[in-house]
């Protein structure tokens, strides 16, 4: 995959701090990743561009954000799902990704996420399909209700005239949707598709605004609503390793520099 994929990253002040820990795991054990451009957007409401580079070095282009025409804002519903700093960095891999990436390909990696084991982690038959997403596989979606609402915005909207509704319903009182799909901690994403999904997703005024509280979510609705293939990849067994808490995070980013 030579020239082909562009690293994207998104950091406001927790991100930043998981990343200090997380980065240097990934110069340790898989450099090859910044053979290929990097493109790290950070929430200029947190952090500066210096307190950034400071971490990545002169590795990426770093990019501002949010920037205008973007509208990240959903009702607060009670659930982490709808906090507001939440959908505003998951907007921007999709606002970014499309407006900046110029490789076929992009890869996200979350900032929690920890590098073991061998460079040659990619394997070339992963793209042959030329596939929307390739990703780690998931087996449900929260709230288990998104499938439908998405399902539901996209009726009357150009693109989608000759496509059918994924018609996925959760069991009744169940808090998920069990189905198979991609979780996006260690994922590529075509840049076209990624691209298409901008346009889908712009309001009459232009606007950009994700149509549910998810980057993941939604486009794995318009992959699969589009017929786009899809490759569900395990990921750690890639040499990959996502620790969600902070203690986690500086244990196993201090076990990997030491191996």
């Not at 990097?38 to 400071?54: A, K, L, M, P, S």
């Not at 970014?96 to 460079?119: F, N, P, R």
């Not at 986690?248 to 076990?255: L, Q, R, V």
Request: net charge positive; with cysteine.
């Amino acid at each position: 995959m030579k020239n082909n994929h562009t690293l994207v990253l998104g950091c406001d002040k927790k991100h930043l701090e998981q990343l200090t820990y997380t980065w240097p795991t990934w110069v340790r054990h898989k450099p090859s990743i910044f053979k290929q451009p990097v493109i790290v957007f950070y929430d200029q409401n947190e952090v500066i561009h210096r307190e950034v580079q400071t971490v990545v070095g002169n590795h990426a282009q770093i990019v501002p954000f949010p920037v205008n025409g973007i509208d990240f804002f959903f009702p607060y519903d009670g659930t982490r799902f709808t906090v507001s700093q939440r959908c505003r960095m998951l907007s921007g891999f999709v606002y970014v990704a499309g407006e900046h990436v110029k490789t076929s390909y992009w890869l996200k990696l979350d900032t929690d996420v920890v590098a073991t084991g061998q460079d040659d982690w990619i394997d070339p038959e992963w793209f042959k399909s030329k596939p929307a997403i390739i990703s780690h596989p998931w087996t449900f979606t929260k709230p288990p209700n998104q499938m439908i609402l998405l399902d539901e915005w996209v009726k009357g909207r150009k693109g989608f005239e000759n496509t059918k509704p994924l018609n996925l319903i959760p069991k009744p009182d169940s808090d998920r949707l069990g189905h198979k799909r991609i979780i996006s901690w260690c994922g590529f994403f075509h840049t076209e598709f990624t691209r298409m999904c901008v346009q889908y997703a712009k309001q009459n005024d232009g606007r950009f605004h994700m149509p549910c509280p998810s980057q993941d979510g939604y486009m794995w609705w318009a992959a699969a609503r589009l017929q786009w293939s899809i490759e569900r990849i395990n990921m750690k067994r890639c040499g990959w390793q996502q620790w969600n808490c902070m203690s986690n995070i500086k244990k196993h980013a201090e076990i990997a520099m030491q191996s």
